[in-house]
């Protein structure tokens, strides 16, 4: 005898798909989805090498500056900055910031790939690549980075440190002020790199977090960095 259509599913089993159990499904692949995706707010990895404090610098040698591209004028928060495009000397003090696992392995300015464990760099303005020895005159350390990208783009602040760096020089608590000399493509051709700075930038006065800056809840950037734009030269700087 033939069976109705209830008969059957009721024999076999109701095969129609299961809305219910499908929009379960469907939600539960979007929250997979979305804690694994980048955390939307900085800090340190989650997992930190123990051998850490061993990384060493980044050593110096002779690489040709970008022609435009990250050396280009470029408009950040409402500011214009203009990178320098020449071997220049730099000296500077001014409070350090670091970034961690936010940004690794995103591209950087000069398109390089951000390792947060590499000996590396942001500044505003100097030119693309660069070597800084950085210097933290509150426990003496000092730590060579190369510069790669751009930032920071707070007041007061001068560099924003890889993770690496900023282990290496006891900043990872916060914002903290630090020295800056620049390594010349001249002095890597001397060999007079390695030898320590003059104490040129001590006769400026030591910069002092904001009031209710100085640590950073996560120890990282306050102000969360993103794209910046570049823009065309708008007449004299």
Request: charge should be positive; charged fraction near 20%.
């Amino acid at each position: 005898m033939l069976q109705s259509p209830p008969a059957r599913a009721r024999q076999w089993g109701d095969r129609r798909p299961n809305r219910g159990l499908a929009l379960a499904s469907a939600l539960l692949t979007l929250c997979l989805a979305a804690c694994s995706t980048a955390p939307t707010r900085d800090g340190p990895p989650q997992r930190v090498p123990v051998d850490l404090d061993r990384v060493a610098d980044a050593l110096p040698r002779i690489e040709a500056l970008r022609a435009g591209g990250p050396n280009k004028p470029y408009e950040a928060l409402g500011r214009r900055y203009v990178p320098a495009t020449s071997d220049v000397s730099w000296q500077e003090r001014g409070l350090a910031s670091w970034y961690g696992r936010k940004y690794h392995g995103r591209s950087t300015a000069s398109g390089e790939p951000y390792d947060m464990f590499a000996m590396t760099a942001a500044h505003p303005t100097l030119p693309i690549p660069s070597y800084v020895r950085v210097r933290n005159p509150a426990n003496g350390r000092e730590v060579i980075v190369r510069v790669n990208d751009r930032g920071p783009f707070v007041d007061g602040r001068v560099i924003d440190l890889s993770y690496a760096a900023a282990y290496r020089l006891g900043v990872l608590g916060g914002v903290a002020p630090v020295e800056l000399v620049r390594i010349t493509n001249a002095m890597i051709a001397s060999g007079s790199w390695p030898r320590a700075p003059d104490a040129a930038i001590a006769s400026q006065p030591a910069p002092t977090p904001a009031a209710g800056a100085a640590i950073d809840p996560l120890g990282s950037m306050i102000v969360e960095r993103g794209w910046v734009p570049v823009a065309e030269p708008r007449g004299t700087p």
